[in-house]
C-alpha cells in the first residue's frame, strides 16, 4: 500500500531526460485548424521541449494527426502560429522545415529500391557528418536493424520491416524533428511492442525531437516524455505519462487512458469534522449515490486537490482498478459480479453498484455480491 | 532547430556551408532550387498562356461577332438564331415568347419540326444509345471472360476511338456505299441493293464505331475495379447471382457507362466530317451549319450557332460531372472478380445463354468495326473494274514525282502529320500533366478551373479553327504590334489544344489515386513539389503519361476540322486533309491515302506502346 503512494522525489524524474529547462523545439500558439464549419484543431497551445519524445494521444477524431500535419507543414493553420525554436515558421513549405515524418502505411515509393527510399532525401541535401551518401544509407539501414537490406524492393519486405525503413528513410536527412503518425497501428501487437521499444532507443540515441502521434494510451505511456491526451481538437492535459495516468486532469483522461472507476458526489464535511479550509490536505467525507465515503488526503499537491473543497460542493474522483480492493469493509460499497475477464497474470473483474460499473483486479474469479473498499489516500480527485 | 543550433543526426544542418568550390556548387543548387520550385507555377502560366492565345483569345473573337454588331453589344443575332424554327424547330416558338404546353402539344404532334439544333441532338441522342448498346456488351466480354486474346482485344478497342473520322468517313463509304461491300455480298445472294448512304443509320453506326468503343472501355475499367468480397458478402446474405448484379456491381459500373454516354453524346453532337461524308446536307448538324454559315463569311449567325452548340454541350458535361461527384465509387477493388473461361465448361442455359449472346454481339460488332476498315483496304486494291490492282498506290506515288505545287502530294501530308503530331504531343504533355496536378488538388473553385480547362473538349472544332485563322494567322494588333502565327505552328498549337484534355483525363485519374502521404513524405525529405512531381508521382502513372502521348498523337494525326480550316492555301495540309482533298475526285486514291494514314498511325502507336505499361483509363 505504502509503496504505492505517490513520492515527491519520482515527480523530479518525470521530467526526465530533456529536463523542463531544455529550450522549446516546437512551440505551438493558439493553433487552430478549421475546415468549412467543423474545428479539426481547436486553439492549441504546446511547447515541445528540445530532445524530446512528445506524444499526442486521444481517441479517433480528436485532431492529433492535424495537428502532426500543421507541424509538418502540410497544412496551414486558420489562426494562431507554430514555431521551430523561435522562428515562425508559418508559409515555410515541408521540404524547408527539416522534420522527417513516417506515415501509418509507411508511404514507401513503390518504384525505387529500400536504399533508394532511404538516399532519396540525400537528393536535396548532404549526408550530415561529412560521409558519402552510399555510406549514409548504408548506417541508416544498421540503425534501423535491417544491414545489407539497400537493394531489396520494399514490397517484398514484412510490414515490421517497411516501418523501419521509413524510420531510415525520414531519418537520413538529419532532420531536425521527427514526426510519426501512428506508425504502428498496421502491425500486429506483440511486433508493436518490439518496434516501439526499438523507436524509443532510436530517439534516445539521436537524441531527436520526436512528436509521436497514437490513438493506444498504453503505447503513449511506454515510450514518451510528456503525453497531451487531446480531445475534440484541444489537449485536455500536457504531462509526463506518470503525471497523466496518477492526476488525471479531466474525466476524459481520467477514462481514456488506463482502466479507472470515476465516481462522482456531494462533499459532505471534512474528514474530521470541520469544514476542509483552501489548501489543507485533508480527506472530505462525499456522498456517493447515498453511500459516504472518505477520499483524499494524500498529502500536499501531491494527489488533487481535495483540500479546496468545502461542504456542499460536487466531486469527482478516481479510483484505478488495483486501488479497489475486494474484502475491505470499511470505506466501500457491496456490488454485484457482472462478469470477469482473465488477463493471464490478473482478472479483470466488472462489478455493478446502483447502476455504475466498477472495474476491480484480482487474482482470483468472483461471483455473488462482494465488497469493495479503497485507502482514501489512493482516490485522485479530478478537478475539474 | 533555430538558425545555427545544429541537427541531432549530425554535425552540418542540410543547407551546411562549405569551401570556395562548395560555394560555387551551393550557389548553383540555389539557383537550380529556385528554377525548381517556380517550374510548376511557370508550367501553369505557360500552359493558361498557351490557351488563352489558341483557345480562349481566337475563340472569344468569334464570340464576340455574335454580340457585336456595328460596335454595338447586342443579343439580336443569338436571339435570331434561337427564334428560328430553322434552327431550333418547334423551341423558337417558345423563345418567341409562347408557352410551354403550346410547344409541348405541338411537339407530341404529328408535325413536329425539329430544327438543326433538335435533329442534331436527336442524333446524338440516337448514336449514344447505339454506342451504349454496343460498347456495354462488349465491357461484359472484357471484364467478365477470360480467353485468348482477351488483353490484345482489350488495347485494340482504343484503335476505333483515334482513327481519323475522314478515315472512317472513307471506310463506311467503301463498306455500306452504292458499289460497297455490303451491297456487292447482297447482289451475290440475289438481293437488291440497300441504300445507307446519306441515311441516319449511316450516321448512327459510324458514331457507333468511334463511341462504343469508349463505352466499352470507361465501363470495362469499373467492371474491373468491382472488389470480388463486395459480390461475396452479398451472396452469403442471400442475394442471388442477379441480386447481386444489381445491388453491388451495377451502381459501380454505372457511373462509368454514364461517363460514356455523356462523352459520346457530346461528340456526336459536335460531329462534323462524319455527317459531312454520310450524311451530306441533307442531314446536317448544328457544326456542318457553322462550317457553311463561316464558309459564306456570316461570322456572327456561326459563332451564335457555336454558342448554342457549346451551351447544350458543356450542359450534359456538367449534368454528368454533377452525377460523378455524388456517385462514384473510388475504392479501388482489392481483389477483382474472377473471370469464367470463354469456353463452354458445361452444356447449361446458364452457361449457355451468355455466350449465344456473346456470340451475337461478336457478329454486329464485326459488322461494325471490322467490315468498314476490311472495306477500305480492300477497295484500295480494287479498279474500278472489280478486279485486284495496285493502281490507287501507284496513283500516290506518281503524284509524289510529278504533282504540281498546289497539288496534294502524299509525302508531305504523312511528313506534316508526323512532325505535327510529335510537336502537338510535347506540347499538350507537359500541359495536361500540370492541368490534372492543379485539378487533383481540392481547394475551392477546383471544379471551374477543371471545366475552364477541359473546355476544349466541347467547343465547336470549327469555331477554333475559324479563331485561330481570323484571330492569329491573319495577325493580331496588340499595342501597335502585329503578332502572327504562321500556318504550322498555327495547326500544331490548334492539336494541342485538342489533345491535352485527353492527357489530363489519363493522367489525373492516377494522381488522383495516388496515396497523398507518398507526396508528403518526398516533400518532408526536402523535395519541392516539382521535384515530387518528377521524382515520384509522374514515375508511378507512367502508363498514363504513356497513354495520354498516345492520344495527343492520334488527335493530331486525326484532326480534321481546325487542319482544314487552317491548312487553306498553305502546303501544311496532313494525311486527313489529304484524304479528303482525294475523296472529291474518286474513292480509289482516297482509301490508299487512308491505309497510309492507318499504317503510320499504328506504327506510331506501337512506338510509344512500347515506353508505358498497360493501361486502364478511357
Redesign the interface.
Known sequence: MGSERPDPTREASDADAPGADA?V??ALAGVSKRYDETAAVENVDLRIR??EFFTLVGPSGCGKTTTLRLI???EAPTAGAIR????DVSGV?????????V???Y?L???MTVGENVG??L????????VSREQRVRDLLDLVDLPGSAGRDPENLSGGQQQRV?MA?????????L?LDEPMSALDARLRERLRLQVRSIQQE????TVYVTHDQEEALSVSDRVAVMREGTPEQVASPRTVYRRPASRFVAEFVGDNNVFEGVVVEGADGTDAGPGSAEPVLVDVGGETLCVGGGGAGADGDAGSLSPGDAVTFCLRPQHLRVGRTDNGVRAAVENAEFLGETTRVHLEWENRELVVRTEDPLSGRVTVGFDPADAHVIDD | ???G?R??????????EHSDGGRVAAGWHRLRDRLERRALATASAATVAVLLVVFYYPVGTVLVESVVVNGAVTLAVFAEVVRDPFYTGEFARLFAGEGPLAVARAFLGPERRLGIVGFTAYQAALSTLVSVALGVPGAYLLARFEFPGRRTLRSLTIVPFVLPSIMVAVGFVAAFGRTGTLNTVLAAVGLGPVELMFTLEAILIAHAFYNAPLVARVTTAAWESVDASAVETARSLGAGPFQAFRHVVAPQVYPAVLLGAALTFVFTFGTFPIVLALGGFELATVEVFVYRLARDLNYAEAAALAVLELLISLSVLAAYLRYEASHTVTSRGVRPLPRRPLRLPELTARELLPRLGLGVYALVAALVFLVPIASMLFASVTGGDGALTLDHYRFLLERQRTGAAFQVRPWPAVRNSLVFAAASALVALPMGVVVAVVTTRRYRGRALVGAVAMAPFAVSGILVGLGLLRGLVFGVEIAGWRIAVAGSAAIVAAHAVAGYPFVVRTVAPGLESL?R??V??????????A?VLR??EL??VWPGVVAGAAFAVAISMGEFTATVVLATGADAYTMPVAIERFIGRRLGPATAMGVVLLVVTGLSFVVIERLGGEYDGI
Open positions: 529550450p523545439a516546437v528540445e530532445g509538418a507543414g502540410f521551430f525554436g523561435g522562428r513549405p515541408p521540404e524547408d522545415r527539416n522534420v522527417g515524418v506515415f501509418q502505411n508511404a515509393f513503390p518504384h532519396y532525401g537528393r536535396f541535401s548532404d549526408p550530415p557528418g561529412g521509413a528513410r525520414a531519418l537520413a536527412p538529419g532532420p531536425d524533428l514526426l539521436l537524441g531527436i525531437t | 532547430m533555430s538558425d543550433s541537427g541531432p543526426v549530425g554535425e552540418e544542418s542540410r543547407s551546411g496515396d502521404s507518398l508528403e513524405s518526398a516533400r518532408a525529405l526536402g523535395a519541392s513539389r521535384r521524382d515520384v514515375p508511378l
